[in-house]
């Protein structure tokens, strides 16, 4: 069920409880403004989840909300985990879901790093 990415942040969402401890995550990498962790339901051979740790609904909160430091941080986390993880040679795609019509699923920023396999085109084909 998509969300609508302009409502408050949900302190019960699914990554708000991964971030607390609440519910368990195979941790790759996490610093003082990021948490990534490798999806329960992979979507590629490699799927890979990063998270803000601060409370931010969407890309839209996240970039009006945040501090350049969270920014940044988030930012270079990201990089770092495509980096570690050996997918910048071979590439990998970047994804943000953002509200209804970008089917967000969790009420928490998130960009999915996909890899291992040639991704084809963006969009599928209508």
Do not use: C
């Amino acid at each position: 069920m998509a969300i609508d990415a302009t409502q408050p942040y949900d302190d019960d969402n699914i990554f708000a409880k991964i971030l607390r401890g609440e519910i368990p995550n195979k941790t790759v990498y996490e610093n003082d403004y990021v948490l990534a962790f490798h999806d329960i339901n992979p979507q590629a051979p490699h799927h890979i989840l990063v998270i803000p740790k601060g409370k931010y609904v969407s890309w839209d909160d996240f970039s009006s909300a945040a501090s350049e430091a969270e920014i940044a941080g988030f930012v270079r986390g990201v990089g770092h985990v495509a980096r570690a993880a050996g997918m910048v040679e071979p590439g990998y795609r970047l994804l943000a879901n953002i509200g209804q019509d970008g089917h967000q699923e969790v009420p928490h920023l998130h960009v999915h790093i996909f890899a291992g396999k040639p991704l084809g085109p963006m969009l599928a084909r209508s």
